[in-house]
Nanobody, 128 residues
Framework: EVQLVESGGGLVQAGGSLRLSCAASVFSFDEYAIAWFRQAPGKEREGVANMNSMDETTYHADAVRGRFTISSDNAKNMVYLQMNHQKTDDTAVYYC?????????????????????WGQGTQVTVSS
């Protein structure tokens, strides 16, 4: 059973920064791809960034590229999302998702159906 726990959300002013954390309880951390998604009220869940912890390949969605950075600490089974230069449009519940990858260097897409395990989410609110 894979369990994911997000933390680090909160209220920040536009232009500010937050760092989200995702603690993953998995037997072999490097057998999973981890992603960050977000869901704003009335909108569908949107993929933000993902990574392969084996070779640290990353991908960031266009909406956040250059502002957000996904990273991991494999020794701690942790994945982070550093969010800089935040905008009011970044306001959402942020979720950590994980999926088993058969090939160690594989990086799935950012569609929510590709991920089997989810955390409970953490609220990020960006004020103007």
């Amino acid at each position: 059973e894979v369990q994911l726990v997000e933390s680090g959300g909160g209220l920040v002013q536009a232009g500010g920064s937050l760092r989200l954390s995702c603690a993953a309880s998995v037997f072999s951390f490097d057998e999973y791809a981890i992603a960050w998604f977000r869901q704003a009220p009335g909108k569908e869940r949107e993929g933000v960034a993902n990574m392969n912890s084996m070779d640290e390949t990353t991908y960031h969605a266009d909406a956040v590229r250059g502002r957000f950075t996904i990273s991991s600490d494999n020794a701690k089974n942790m994945v982070y999302l550093q969010m800089n230069h935040q905008k009011t449009d970044d306001t959402a519940v942020y979720y950590c998702g994980a999926t088993y990858i058969a090939t160690p260097t594989m990086l799935p897409g950012l569609a929510s159906y590709e991920y089997d395990y989810w955390g409970q989410g953490t609220q990020v609110t960006v004020s103007s």
